[in-house]
């Protein structure tokens, strides 16, 4: 509907109007792009040993603002104490998957 408006105040030389209409749709697009959506983003961080788990969880969760959805312990055939594998996840905001659907359109 703004387009239309925008069409016709452009038609009729109401510059201003063009303007204010033009601004609101650039917002509109904006804030679309920004909108988070339910398609998520995985990281899955294999063989974490037990001494490396704060500084991995403190990286993803805290710095690169990813949730924690789950983990594994992988047992040790040896001595060595186990393992882990972790997985986080993000939601993907409408831009990020605008710019994935053009990077992956090609293949």
């Known amino acids: 509907q703004l387009?239309?408006?925008?069409?016709?105040?452009?038609f009729y030389q109401i510059e201003n109007l063009s303007q204010v209409i033009r601004r609101l749709i650039r917002q509109t697009v904006t804030r679309k792009k920004s909108e988070v959506?339910?398609?998520?983003?995985?990281?899955v961080k294999l063989n974490v040993a037990p001494g490396n788990l704060s500084p991995?969880?403190?990286r993803y969760t805290l710095n690169e603002g990813y949730d924690f959805e789950s983990w594994m312990r992988v047992p040790r055939t040896d001595e060595s104490p186990a393992h882990f594998h972790l997985v986080f996840s993000?939601?993907?905001?409408?831009g990020e998957i605008m710019l994935l659907d053009r990077l992956t359109s090609n293949f």
């Open 90 to 94: 993000k939601k993907l905001s409408r």
């Open 37 to 43: 959506t339910n398609e998520k983003e995985y990281k």
């Open 3 to 10: 387009k239309m408006l925008l069409q016709e105040s452009d």
């Open 56 to 58: 991995v969880f403190k």
